[in-house]
């Protein structure tokens, strides 16, 4: 509004001596001054925490992620986030238009390999190519394994941020690798401390199954042929670190084959002691097979583990021994590994 219109309105109010018009421009300097606060209170952090979740999870983090706001834990309850299981939602609040975001930050540790945190559409990024940051990111999810100086386990930050609004899976990743540094700072455990994951690989692609060539592993084989492969998929991740992981099948009959390439996965035990399982690789956690699906090898000095399942009504491998051998010879090659199987 121009001063010539706000006075003709001043005016047709009654606001026609000096003292009046003061009195009426500093009310609307305090009704401005009154909803600016509002508005900066609403949609800002100002006068807000710098960290919620007892401390792991802060504020520029949170920002980064989900844009600005006012961040705050639901029902103000602060969690430990210490062991495995425990969780703590973190929320950014834009109060004036009354909206939120959310995203649920928990803690997971696992004695056999996540590979479900690693689906066949994961995008991963690698501990060689990230200054020791790994995980990955698979839709509104993503988990990132906290520093060496945590020790194995699978320990790892885990963030759900399927009421968080749309987020770029790059800035997922930080968000993970960030609260990662947080349970870690919980812990005492921060060294190394983690860096922001500078990319991410692609998803893989779900395609028709190849026979030939399951989950494109050379080696790895359908025993039934084209035939057999028909009307059946394939999806593997494009990333062999942390992991890789490959679903095959439909609904109702799937095989799962896993890969875990960095040592932070899981709890090593007493790998040494369990039972042998095909050549170099033996059973993980004292089981063999039928009531284990998971075996350890070494592969250039560090510890490898392969997992395979099979689901549903699956008659597709009847001879599940030539199947662990073809995907461990298959499997091993692929990730550079010496001769499992003699």
């Known amino acids: ?13 009654g606001f026609t001596t000096r003292r009046l018009r003061l009195r009426a421009a500093a009310v609307i300097v305090a009704i401005t001054a009154g909803l600016s606060g509002v508005l900066l209170y609403s949609l800002t952090n100002v006068l807000g925490p710098e960290t919620v979740c007892n401390g792991v999870v802060s504020a520029d983090a949170l920002h980064d992620a989900f844009g600005p706001g006012r961040i705050s834990e639901e029902h103000g309850e602060p969690a430990p986030l210490h062991d495995s299981g425990s969780s703590c939602t973190a929320v950014v609040s834009t ?12 803690v997971r540790s696992d004695r056999n390999t996540a590979v479900f945190e690693a689906e066949a559409g994961a995008r991963l990024f690698a ?3 990230n200054g020791g940051s790994a995980g990955g990111v698979t839709g509104p999810v993503a988990w990132a394994l906290l520093p060496e100086g945590c020790g194995t386990g699978g320990l790892r930050a885990r963030v759900d941020a399927t009421k968080g609004g749309s987020v770029d899976d790059g800035e997922l990743a930080r968000f993970a690798v960030a609260t990662a ?3 870690a700072a919980q812990l005492n455990c921060t060294q190394p401390k983690l860096p922001a994951p500078k990319s991410l690989s692609a998803p893989g692609a779900q395609q028709d199954l190849d026979s030939g060539n399951v989950c494109g592993l050379p080696g790895l084989t359908l025993p039934g042929g ?9 999806q593997a991740t494009t990333a062999f670190a942390p992991l890789w992981s490959c679903d095959v099948g439909t609904s109702s009959a799937a095989a799962t084959f896993a890969i875990g390439t960095e040592p932070r996965l899981r709890a090593p035990d007493a790998d040494k002691d369990t039972p042998e399982a095909f050549g170099r690789a033996r059973w993980t956690m004292g089981f063999s097979s ?8 070494t592969c250039q000095g ?11 009504n699956w008659n597709l491998f009847p001879d599940v021994t030539d199947l662990w051998k073809q995907f461990l010879t298959a499997g091993g ?5 010496e001769p499992i199987i003699p």
């Open 226 to 234: 084209p035939s057999a492969a028909r009307g059946l998929k394939q």
């Open 1 to 13: 509004m121009t001063t010539e219109k706000l006075d003709q309105a001043l005016t047709r109010r």
């Open 181 to 183: 540094n947080g349970i």
């Open 290 to 297: 039928p009531n284990n699906d998971e075996v350890m090898t």
């Open 302 to 312: 560090r510890p490898t583990y392969f997992k395979m399942r099979l689901l549903g």
């Open 95 to 106: 109060g004036a238009f009354g909206g939120h975001r959310s995203v649920l930050v928990g």
């Open 333 to 337: 090659k692929a990730i550079g590994c």
């Open 127 to 129: 501990a060689s190519a």
